[in-house]
């Protein structure tokens, strides 16, 4: 059974990086089957697609135009996880944010999620 | 992006119930559309790949069908436990996008 552990800190102070980890078990980060993506959840956006890592003979990430300026999601294969990095952050990403498996096109693992706060 | 709009937004129904949930794409994505169901503090189940297929473990009363622009979830006799919110989301296109939810609670 895959599952995915969330850690990192649920309180970000405006314009600091917003730090995130998703730890995989029952699976491997390097699988060329499936996809590690990262979604915020919020009243104002509702589900949110942030971006993606995986690999296909070598490693990829694309993202949501919305955040592509500001996001870097990696692989860390010697730990199998992967990581969120989102920069600058306003109080406008303030979410709930969840790490997901994406196979066959539909998410069937997911986080337990983080409540990212951004407040100073 | 590709636009998914749910309707209706909410519902009231009670146990027993039959409930279907509609699913609309702004563009053709053949039959990539998947459901979820959330019940709240907990992350999205998946329920339905492929517009009718049914994901592993998930309770046969669940039902998809659709391809195009247009998708329904069923229920039939819904459960006391089914009471949740529901999310489309399409996989034809990059980035996924996923519905506004439609919330079915205790009439």
């Known amino acids: 059974q895959v599952q995915l552990q969330q850690s990192g800190p649920g309180l970000v102070k405006p314009s600091q990086t917003l730090s995130l980890t998703c730890a995989i078990s029952?699976?491997?980060?390097?699988?060329?089957?499936?996809?590690w993506n990262w979604i915020r959840q919020s009243p104002s956006r509702g589900l949110e697609w942030l971006g993606r890592t995986y690999y296909r003979s070598k490693w990829d990430s694309d993202y949501a135009v919305s955040v592509k300026s500001r996001i870097v999601i990696n692989p860390e294969t010697s730990k199998n996880q992967f990581s969120l990095q989102l920069n600058s952050v306003t109080p406008e990403d303030t979410a709930v944010y969840y790490c997901a498996r994406l196979r066959r096109g539909g998410f069937d693992f997911w986080g337990q999620g983080t409540l990212v706060t951004v407040s100073s | 992006d590709i636009q998914m709009t749910q309707s209706p937004s909410s519902l009231s129904v009670s146990v027993g119930d039959r409930v279907t949930i509609t699913c609309r794409a702004s563009?053709?994505?053949?039959?990539?559309l998947n459901w979820y169901q959330q019940k709240p503090g907990k992350a999205p189940n998946l329920l339905i790949y492929a517009a009718s297929s049914l994901q592993s473990a998930v309770p046969s009363r669940f039902s998809g069908s659709g391809s195009g622009t247009d998708f329904t979830l069923t229920i039939n006799s819904l459960q006391p436990e089914d009471f949740a919110t529901y999310y489309c989301q399409q996989s034809y296109s990059s980035p996924v996008t996923f519905g506004q939810g439609t919330k079915v609670d205790i009439k």
């Open positions: 563009q053709s994505i053949s039959t990539s």
């Open positions: 029952g699976d491997s980060v390097s699988s060329n089957s499936v996809t």
